[in-house]
T-cell receptor, first 111, second 113 residues
Framework: DAKTTQPNSMESNEEEPVHLPCNHS???????IHWYRQLPSQGPEYVIH???SNVNNRMASLAIAEDRKSSTLILHRATLRDAAVYYC????????????FGKGITLSVRP | DAGVTQSPTHLIKTRGQQVTLRCSPK?????VSWYQQALGQGPQFIFQ???????QRGNFPDRFSGHQFPNYSSELNVNALLLGDSALYLC????????????FGPGTRLTVT
């Protein structure tokens, strides 16, 4: 499985945008970039995913570099509820591919 | 619409015992995956069930086994428990035809003493 590299932690202020980086220099052409997050004492939850183009949904935006070797998850206005561990995961094309989690990045949000 | 449910919430077992954890997938989902999450680590993939068969397996010993029932619910069994099996066990469900999003349950916290 291709690996991803994320900083260990990041801090942000409430109501400010947050950019969470992820490096995946060995990504293959058929790997999708997925982001999940895990709130304290909960199971992970899906945030967003993409292949080549930037993606937006109600939770976040995903910006993918042109060479696909890095991506950035963007939370437009951080809230205290966004404090969580965020995982960047590469998922091979194919039905029900397994998720290979790293350690993720721990986001703290200051009021 | 109920999401993924798991039982029990917490469990304490003694080394050498056997344990069974249960998972009910989100309504309409047909695929169940199990993950083990040690404290401070990301979840690690154990195996995945689809159409009542194990379709993929991670790097876990044969002490870990599972089952999927016709109603898509699933069980995870662990035999000969070791202290190192203490972890949060997560179940995730998805739809085979739309696998990009997996829904996770709250997990079962297993403590082996």
């Amino acid at each position: 499985d291709a690996k991803t590299t994320q900083p260990n932690s990041m801090e942000s202020n409430e109501e400010e945008p947050v950019h969470l980086p992820c490096n995946h220099s060995t990504i293959s052409g058929t790997d999708y970039i997925h982001w999940y997050r895990q709130l304290p004492s909960q199971g992970p939850e899906y945030v967003i995913h993409g292949l080549t183009s930037n993606v937006n949904n109600r939770m976040a935006s995903l910006a993918i570099a042109e060479d696909r070797k890095s991506s950035t998850l963007i939370l437009h206005r951080a809230t205290l509820r966004d404090a969580a561990v965020y995982y960047c995961i590469l998922v091979s094309t194919g039905a029900n591919s397994k998720l290979t989690f790293g350690k993720g990045i721990t986001l703290s949000v200051r009021p | 619409d109920a999401g993924v449910t798991q039982s029990p919430t917490h469990l304490i077992k003694t080394r050498g015992q056997q344990v069974t954890l249960r998972c009910s997938p989100k309504s309409g989902h047909d695929t169940v995956s199990w993950y083990q999450q040690a404290l401070g680590q990301g979840p690690q993939f154990i195996f995945q069930y689809y159409e009542e068969e194990e379709r993929q397996r991670g790097n876990f010993p044969d002490r870990f086994s599972g089952h999927q029932f016709p109603n898509y619910s699933s069980e995870l069994n662990v035999n000969a428990l070791l202290l190192g099996d203490s972890a949060l066990y997560l179940c995730a469900s998805s739809l085979a035809q739309a696998s990009y999003e997996q829904y996770f349950g709250p997990g079962t916290r297993l403590t082996v003493t």
